[in-house]
């Protein structure tokens, strides 16, 4: 019924103020309030959670969810420096490193491994076998299925489009020229740090400095290439440029294989120098290992890391009589035609020294005594030079103390002076023919350069140039000093030569070379074992440099423990000569004089 | 009876409708053209991106095509290298071409060289040159020569 105010035209104020109440309305009200306070409060309950939440996301834990966030949309990656080549005089690749891709799988993601083996095995040349058994471990961290696949390999892995299989490019240390130089060379880890060699002693210079990229990164987690980054670019490893000629090595590395071969010997070491400068034409060893064998880290490819000229000292025998008469020479003390007479023994000290092969009792001349390789004639000549003048002489041409050539686990040797408690001056006579002290082939080789370079000793190197894109570093000749007077050197070469040349009993004639003068000495020294030597074991050496009026090159031939021969002659001294006339003709050295008809 | 509305409205109030009548037009007339031009330069704004996104995914494609070739050619250089390595040089040679290493080499002792000694001469380079010219225009020179005593 409407109100009397509508009636009249007037608003009905009356009908909502006055208007009357029952109980049951006002239970409604209450209730709809109650609802209305209840959800709310609900609501701002709601919020005030969220926003405690919102505090501690966004202030209690700001740096820790900041890091999150950041790695989730930035990507930051090292960027790997490409290891320097390491060259040889030439210029040409000894050491190099080559991208390949890597096979890797998400083995979680692989969901055939049986299918998927089956298919990867024809391409990559692997047992499918081994890839379901890799495939079949289910690791989080993706595996390694086959590294270094060639292009062709790779691209035919891509095309199969199998989930969960992924490539992905790796540097890989090679050696062009396969297993030449090896142990010199040296061998790089997984890590692509150097384990020995070169590789070792300039690792530093080869491995270069990580670059890094931070950028931000799409969905698939690759840097977005246009987005905002950071840029820090690698810096490549520096080329290194040896003084090692491919070739000399080459022809020392195979005539050194075929002598030890022939002999059944247990080793060798081949070192070629340019006696002018000192700086390495070639080293050698056998045995060796194979750089590019699967089997790269082996225990027994390990065994075989060092390089025998440069870290095995022996007892050098008989080729240790050129340091004796240099210093007899040079101290005035005898001459090429000094004579004394050669009983067949020489007592000294309480000790007697016999010759290795006995002549007749009679005088012997000292060009003679370096001839017939008299051990009697050279402790005779120590004995006039005395012990301190000899010794001073040995340290002079280097005996006793590295050459501190640049490459790692160089040796001593041992050189026990008179001052030592252990001296006896019995010693002075062995030592006088390389018994009873140690030298390194590379120390040997550098004392015989010292007498073919005028008496100038050289520091032994092997790297000639570092190259940076920064700088490049140049390594000169280093002079150790004048050991002896250039007389003497010219007066000992000549006899060196008469020891090749002589047609009587020289131990030297096959290490001839037709047409040119060549000076050398041959070694058998016999092995040292506990309380004396062995009496068939012996490493037999040769040491010489041609031409002898301008000698080129020094070659020191060491063989060890050779079985069908003992002598440094039948042994060692062929293989001087193989090498000799192989670098003569490299070097197109024309011949210093005529030719016999027996081809001498 | 007709009630005049104008007459009822003070004149001041019909100044400002007018006004706002006149001020209304322009902003209704301005909305579409408005809207228009935003949703234009929201559309250029997301081609630009969308563009932009576009060449970030080239270049990173370029990228990994660069990063391809040059694995490519580092293999390739590689190779070269160990086609020229002493080892299969030393093979190829005495397998395949049969050859074999020197077994007697010889020395010529070339005799000293006598250069030629230099004829004196006075010509400058520019004597031998004629005075007549050359080509046609010599030829009818000549010509002319030949026929004028």
Redesign the interface.
């Known amino acids: 019924m409407p109100s009397p105010g509508y009636a009249l035209g007037y608003p009905d104020v009356v009908s909502t103020i006055e208007r009357p109440t029952v109980t049951g309305e006002t239970n409604e009200l209450d209730t709809r309030r109650w609802r209305v306070y209840l959800i709310g409060s609900f609501i701002v309950a709601c919020v005030l959670l969220l926003s405690a939440r919102l505090v501690y996301l966004q202030v209690i834990e700001h740096a820790h969810f900041g890091t999150m966030a950041t790695a989730e949309h930035w990507r930051e990656s090292i960027i790997p420096p490409r290891r320097g080549d390491i060259l040889d005089t030439s210029g040409?690749?000894l050491a190099?490193?080559?991208?390949?891709?890597s096979l890797y799988a998400s083995t979680t993601e692989v969901s055939d491994p049986a299918a998927v083996a089956q298919k990867l095995a024809p391409i990559i040349g692997a047992p499918a076998s081994d890839i379901q058994k890799i495939l079949s471990n289910k690791q989080a961290a993706p595996t390694l299925i086959k590294a270094w696949l060639?292009?062709d390999v790779a691209t035919a892995v891509e095309k199969l489009g199998i989930d969960g299989l992924f490539l992905q490019?790796e540097p890989k240390r090679?050696y062009?020229?396969?297993n030449?130089a090896a142990q010199v060379l040296g061998v790089v880890g997984a890590d692509n740090n150097g384990l020995s060699g070169l590789e070792l002693a300039y690792n530093s210079e080869l491995a270069g400095k990580p670059g890094k990229l931070v950028a931000e990164r799409d969905t698939a987690g690759?840097?977005?290439?246009?987005?905002p980054h950071q840029y820090t670019a690698p810096i490549n490893g520096s080329t290194l440029t040896l003084t090692i000629d491919?070739?000399v090595q080459?022809v020392a590395e195979r005539e050194l294989e075929a002598a030890v071969s022939q002999h059944h010997a247990k080793g060798g070491s081949v070192v070629v120098l340019d006696p002018r400068t000192g700086a390495v034409l070639a080293i050698a060893g056998r045995p060796t290992f194979q750089n590019n064998a699967t089997e790269l880290y082996s225990q027994q490819n390990v065994d075989m890391y060092g390089i025998p000229a440069v870290s095995n000292a022996y007892e050098p025998g008989s080729i240790f009589k050129i340091v004796t008469m240099a210093a007899a020479l040079d101290t005035g003390t005898v001459t090429p035609n000094t004579s004394f007479f050669n009983p067949g023994y020489f007592n000294y000290y309480g000790g007697t020294i016999h010759d290795a092969i006995g002549r007749s009792p009679g005088p012997e001349t000292m060009a003679q005594t370096l001839t017939y390789s008299s051990n009697i004639g050279v402790a005779w000549a120590a004995g006039q030079v005395g012990a301190v003048k000899f010794y001073e002489y040995a340290q002079r041409f280097g005996i006793g103390r590295p050459t501190d050539i640049d490459l790692p686990g160089e040796a001593s040797g041992v050189l026990r002076l008179p001052t030592a408690d252990d001296w006896h001056p019995f010693d002075l006579a062995t030592n006088s023919f390389g018994q009873g002290l140690s030298v390194t082939p590379i120390q040997m080789a550098a004392a015989v350069a010292a007498v073919a370079n005028g008496g100038t000793l050289m520091k032994p190197y092997v790297v000639k140039r570092i190259e940076s894109p920064a700088e490049t570093r140049l390594f000169y000749p280093t002079v150790v000093g004048q050991v002896i007077k250039p007389q003497t050197a010219v007066t000992l070469t000549n006899m060196l030569v008469q020891v090749v040349d002589d047609n009587t009993l020289g131990e030297s004639r096959l290490a001839r070379v037709p047409g040119y003068a060549v000076a050398g000495k041959t070694g058998t020294a016999e092995i040292p074992i506990a309380g004396g030597y062995s009496p068939n074991r012996t490493i037999a050496s040769f040491a010489g440099f041609a031409p002898a009026e301008n000698p080129r090159f020094v070659i020191l031939v060491r063989i060890d423990d050779p079985q069908d021969s003992p002598w440094g002659e039948t042994v060692a001294a062929p293989v001087f000569s193989a090498i000799a006339r192989?670098l003569i003709?490299y070097y197109q050295i024309?011949?210093t004089r005529g030719v016999n008809a027996n081809g001498t | 009876m007709e009630l005049n509305v104008r007459t009822q409205v003070p004149p001041i109030e019909r100044l400002n409708d007018r006004r706002r009548l006149v001020l209304a037009l322009p902003r209704r007339a301005l909305f579409i053209p408005g809207l228009l031009l935003v949703a234009l330069v929201s559309l250029l704004y997301l081609s630009q991106t969308s563009d932009?996104?576009g060449?970030?995914?080239?270049?990173?494609d370029l990228?990994s095509e660069q990063?391809q070739l040059?694995?490519?050619n580092?293999?390739l250089?590689?190779q070269v290298?160990?086609l020229?390595?002493?080892?299969r040089v030393d093979k190829e040679a005495t397998t395949r071409l049969h050859m074999g290493?020197?077994v007697h080499?010889i020395?010529v002792?070339a005799p000293p060289m006598t250069l030629p000694t230099p004829v004196a001469t006075t010509q400058t380079p520019d004597s031998n040159r004629t005075a007549s010219p050359s080509g046609w225009l010599g030829n009818a020179f000549a010509w002319l020569r030949a026929r004028v005593p």
Request: hydrophobic share 30%; no cysteine; charged share 20%.
């Open positions: 040409n690749e190099t490193s080559v991208t390949y891709e060639p292009d490019q090679v062009p020229q396969g030449l690759d840097a977005l290439a246009l987005g491919r070739y080459w192989q003709n024309p011949p | 932009l996104a060449t970030g995914y080239d270049i990173a990228q990063q040059q694995m490519q580092e293999q250089r590689l290298d160990q020229e390595s002493l080892d290493p020197p080499v020395y002792t």
